[in-house]
């Protein structure tokens, strides 16, 4: 169990890591697109473009006609990529949950033992159950505190974002 233990911190870390890197990658990309979207409604609505604007997308130069399609395929494929991003996001954390679940109680903080006791010649089966040892009976798993300072920054840029 204790290997088990030391395996699904360091898988945590991991993903914490991972998920770190993902979340940076979201937040850049949803900006970008943000931006190429008000580009796109600029232009739709027949208003000048700056040339820094145009250069910041490598689409200076463009006629109008160009400059629109190659913002809409920029959004399309910006909008396919967050989508793969944040659904990869959703998994990695829904593994976190499940990576600091105690393997021992199965996260419900207590274990059942079965024991036999005999009585007058007969051999009784007895359930107990108790408070798990490896939890301490909170059902969760203590990863370590940098997994813990992790987590803790991607909850809070997830929230804000």
Do not use: W
């Amino acid at each position: 169990m204790i290997e088990e233990i030391r395996r699904r911190r360091e898988d945590a870390l991991q993903t914490a890591r991972t998920l770190m890197q993902t979340t940076k990658t979201i937040t850049r990309l949803q900006q970008e697109t943000l931006e190429a979207s008000a580009i796109l409604t600029k232009l739709t609505s027949g208003t000048s473009l700056s040339e820094n604007e145009l250069q910041a997308l490598g689409l200076a130069g463009a006629s109008p006609f160009l400059l629109r399609m190659r913002l809409q395929g920029l959004l399309r494929t910006k909008n396919e990529t967050l989508a793969k991003l944040q659904n990869e996001q959703r998994q990695m954390s829904q593994m976190l949950k499940e990576l600091a679940t105690c393997p021992a109680c199965e996260g419900s903080g207590t274990v059942t033992r079965k024991q036999y006791v005999r009585d007058e010649g007969v051999i009784l089966p007895q359930t107990k159950t108790e408070e798990c040892s490896y939890c301490k009976g909170t059902g969760k798993m203590e990863l370590g505190e940098e997994i813990a300072k992790l987590i803790e920054s991607l909850h809070i840029r997830t929230t804000d974002g």
